[in-house]
Structures are given as C-alpha cells and as structure tokens.
C-alpha cells in the first residue's frame, strides 16, 4: 500500500549531467502577454544564458496554435517571425506578433537553442482569448516542509485557479534563530511545476537555516505573489521533520485511477491511513507497517474493503499513528 520515495542525488541527476542539464537550465518563461493593438500581442520573457544562467543563448523559436502546446505537436504549431537575438542572460526581451483575430484563442509557448545545437524544453505556455488577463492566481496556502531521503520535501495546497500553468519554489539561506529571512529568495525550478511538491536535494553546504516560499502562475504567464516562508532546515543541518499528511494527487480523481497520498512520518514505528466518506463511515484502512521517519507516499486505489471501487464523491484521508490523527480531503469523479 505505500512505498518508500527515495532521493539519492546520483539517481536524481545522472540523466541530466550525460547531456541535458543545459537544456533544464536554458527553459525561458514567458512573462505575461500584453495588448498592442487590435490585432496584435506583446509578448516578454527573460532572456536566459547558453549554459543555464551563464553567456548568451544562441536562437529563439516561438510557435502559436489553437491549441495548447507541447513538445509532441510543437512541429505543427506555426513558427512566429520577427524575434530578437538573444540577449545576455537576465535581459527582459519581447516580440509583437500580428494578424491575430480578435476574440480568437491563441497559445503560445518559447524554446531556446544553445551554441551546440541543444534545444529547451518548451516553456509555460501563455493563452490569449482577445482579452488581456493581468488578474494573478490565489496565492498557494499550506506550505509544509520536511524532512526526505538527502533533502527537504515541500508540498502545499492545489490551487483554485481554472487557468493554472503551474507553481515555482523560491529558497532563501537564513540564519539559525532569527527567523524567515527577507531575501534574496532563488527560484529553484526551471520549468513551472505541474503538482504541489517539489524535492529539494541541491542543499547549500554549510547552511544553517533554509526557508521556502512558493509562487503559482497562469497560463497568462501572471504570477502570484510568494506565500508565507516555511522553515525547511535547523540549526546545524538538522531537518525539521513534523506530522504531516498532504494533498492527494491527482486531486479530484477519477473513480477509476488510483490517487497518491503524501506523508511525512516524525518517527519511525507503526501507522495507517483511514479513507473516510462524508459521513465519517470508514471506507478503506491502508496499514503502512513499520516504516522509517521521513516522506513516505500512500497509493488508495479507489476501493473499499470489499474490493468495490467507491462512488463518486468528498472523501477524507487520515494519517494515524499512536495518538497522531491528520487528514486530508479528497474528491473522487466519475
């Protein structure tokens, strides 16, 4: 029923340091579009370096379409002309693209190429329906932060928003006892993250305190504001490890897939997950045995302990150990 998320660094990045880490690291975003006339659009980015953050990258291509954008279809979207060169990384550039219909939807998304022919993945993809969307997202509540496998495992609450493009994850070192720093807070992602967590291995060496902020964006490319900082490391590099039981993902779900619970164990030793309905009627108990202190991830397969997938409907997962009970809500469709 549960299954242990380990995080070596070596597993977590043998892949990119064999050739793709510059590719992770050349993904631009685009900032937000903005009108330029009737039939015409203005969008900015930042530009970023050839080798992640550093030099000048080689070459832009921005593609358009009626639909959203990803790398599968990225060769029939229509290339746009008229981009400038890449600037130096950090330099906010921009572009007007023309012709456009008005009250049409248009997508648009951003790749980059380095000096030895590597291309980016593709960026947060900005949509436009003839009217300018300035309005940012909710700002994402419920950051928690703990301790897993060589880092800190953040999570917090899916945001509301209908047109969502997903979340970015802001550090700061601080200083042991004096509280959340006021910055300078770094991205750590460089594409947009689709669910609300993120793994942070890439500790600083000898930091005493690190605290967590999180940001999520639309699809207009507007950002909210960071959320309230989070604690993630102690005095001395001792994590902060605490109860915890996070959103389910993907939340809702449907009946027929299975939705993973995240959990965060203080100690090691006996526990569970109760499945509740709405009237508090028990559905489902997952015993996760003995399992170690740390980040641990509860797959409920949508049955109930007769083996029948549940109906439709507002669930609630609990986590119970000893005198331990948290939950989580959970939405189940058809």
Same mark, same amino acid.
């Given at each position: 029923?549960?299954? *242990? ?6 597993? $977590? ?11 992770? =690291? ?12 009737? /039939? ?72 980059? *190429?380095?000096?030895?022919? +590597? ?7 900005? *949509?436009?329906?003839?009217?300018? /969307? ?9 950051? +928690?932060?703990?301790?897993?496998? /060589? ?5 917090? /609450? ?12 802001? $550090? ?19 594409? @947009? ?19 967590? $902020? ?26 902060? @490890? ?8 993907? +939340? ?12 965060? =164990? ?21 015993? =996760?045995? *003995? ?12 049955? +109930?302990?007769?083996? $029948? ?26």
């Amino acid at each position: 029923m549960s299954r *242990r998320r380990r995080h070596a660094r070596w597993r $977590r990045w043998l892949l990119p340091a064999a050739g793709l880490i510059g590719l992770l =690291l050349l993904t631009p975003a685009l900032a937000h579009a903005q009108e330029a006339g009737t /039939d015409s659009l203005t969008l900015r980015w930042t530009a970023t370096g050839d080798d992640g953050t550093v030099g000048r990258a080689a070459l832009y291509d921005l593609r358009m379409s009626d639909a959203t954008i990803t790398a599968a279809n990225w060769a029939s979207a229509t290339a746009v002309g008229g981009l400038p060169a890449p600037a130096a990384s950090g330099t906010a550039q921009s572009c007007v693209v023309r012709g456009l219909v008005p009250g049409a939807t248009y997508y648009f998304a951003l790749r980059v *190429r380095d000096d030895a022919g +590597n291309w980016s993945d593709v960026s947060n993809i900005v *949509r436009w329906d003839g009217e300018l /969307d300035e309005t940012p997202p909710p700002v994402p509540g419920g950051l +928690n932060a703990g301790l897993s496998g /060589d880092g800190v495992h953040l999570s917090w /609450d899916p945001s509301t928003a209908p047109d969502l493009a997903g979340y970015s994850v802001y $550090r700061a070192v601080g200083s042991a006892g004096a509280g959340a720093p006021t910055g300078p807070y770094t991205r750590l992602n460089a594409a @947009l993250l689709a669910a609300p967590e993120y793994q942070d291995d890439a500790l600083p060496a000898g930091a005493s305190a690190l605290w967590y $902020r999180v940001t999520a964006s639309d699809m207009s490319g507007n950002e909210s504001p960071q959320s309230a900082a989070v604690a993630g490391l102690e005095t001395g590099g001792a994590m902060a @490890l605490a109860w915890h039981i996070a959103p389910g993902y993907p +939340n809702p779900s449907r009946t027929d897939q299975p939705v993973v619970i995240p959990v965060i =164990l203080e100690v090691a030793g006996r526990a569970r997950v109760d499945l509740v309905d709405a009237a508090g009627h028990l559905v489902r108990r997952l015993d =996760l045995g *003995r399992l170690g202190a740390g980040y641990q991830e509860v797959e409920w397969d949508g049955r +109930n302990e007769a083996g $029948r997938i549940v109906a439709p409907g507002a669930y609630r997962g609990w986590l119970v150990a000893g005198d331990v009970r948290l939950s989580t809500r959970l939405v189940r469709v058809p």
